[in-house]
């Protein structure tokens, strides 16, 4: 029993020694056929969901906040009064400035009146006549003062210009001296939002207005929105890991019962390009020397190199524009360790 075991353990060593080597050096080869498909190419970017129409409220001049109208969240319709500042010393500097425009009115005309009948007698001197153009000029000084004032007085209190809601507000109550920079309103239509996206500098040559793509919003999972890329801005914007972008703005679908909230997440497919009914093989197959493209077509066993020449790439499949039939069959994998002519089965 023991000389039968030892025989055959012999006979396994010598199949091991003969063959053994050849089994390992044979590499796992796998294939696929060509096929024909469609195939996209498309930029990814993410971004957030903004109001299309925003408006900053800033008071024209500095006082005290008198009153303020409405709390963050709140609707306001068009020309809705939003807040004002103390009017009691603005209208008493008002009434300083019409009493000076009286004085200086009063001055004008007594001028006028002094020189009148030098002027019936076309006698005007230089003199003279700097007097008058100083009456003149103090008086326009006057008047656009007034205006000024006149003016302050209406810009103390601040009117929404759309209809929308209010998002910000940096002094929400009454009381406290503000400028102009230090107590901002802000408003945004909710009835139109927009997806706002940083496309990187390295892909923003590729994107044009028009352009399809599809929006996934991380509130939305299960629901993709086609959407159109309507505006490209001309000036770049820095990331948040140091890089360069651009942002791009893609329509949404009306916001009914404002189911699109502003600052919500999400990630938009832009369609570059779009192709039907083309040869497709995994862009796995396809190897590159210098220009030239090329695959490992199996022909009765044995490999053999096919030069192509390609078209659209995807994410994992090309476009074979030449070289190439469908249903050949072409190998997949592994192609840096095959050999021109080498056979395969």
Known sequence: MILVAAVIGLVIGALYLGFGERW???????????????????????????????AILKFQTS???AWVGVKKGDRVKKWQAIAS??????????????????SERWDFEQTQDDYKTTKEKRLVTDAIQRILDKAQYDLDKAVLDYEIKDLAV??????????????????????VNITPATATFSIADSSLVVFEAN???????????????????????????????????????????????FKVELGLPENFEEKFKLGMNGDVEIILAKRENILLIPSSAVMKRKDQYFVFVIENGVARKQEVKIGLEGETETEIAEGLSEKEEIIIEKISEI???????
Do not use: H, W
Request: hydrophobic residues 35%; without cysteine.
């Open 85 to 102: 500042l103390d009017k009691k010393e603005l209208e008493k500097t008002f009434q300083k400035y019409a009493n000076d425009y009286l």
């Open 199 to 245: 496309v990187d500098e390295v892909d923003i040559g590729q994107i044009r207005v028009g352009q399809k793509g599809v929006i996934l919003l991380d509130a939305y999972p299960e629901e993709k929105m086609e959407t159109t890329v309507e505006k490209i801005d001309f000036t770049a914007t820095s990331t948040s890991g140091g890089g360069t972008a």
């Open 339 to 345: 050999k021109d002519g080498e056979k395969i089965r």
């Open 24 to 54: 390992k050096k044979e590499p796992e080869i796998k294939t696929t056929e060509v096929k024909l498909g469609e195939i996209v190419k498309t930029v990814s970017a993410s971004g957030k969901v903004r109001a299309k129409t925003e």
């Open 63 to 65: 006082g005290m906040l």
């Open 154 to 175: 209406k810009y103390a209190t601040i009117y929404s210009p759309i209809e929308g809601i209010v998002t910000a507000i940096d002094v929400p109550v009454a009381g």
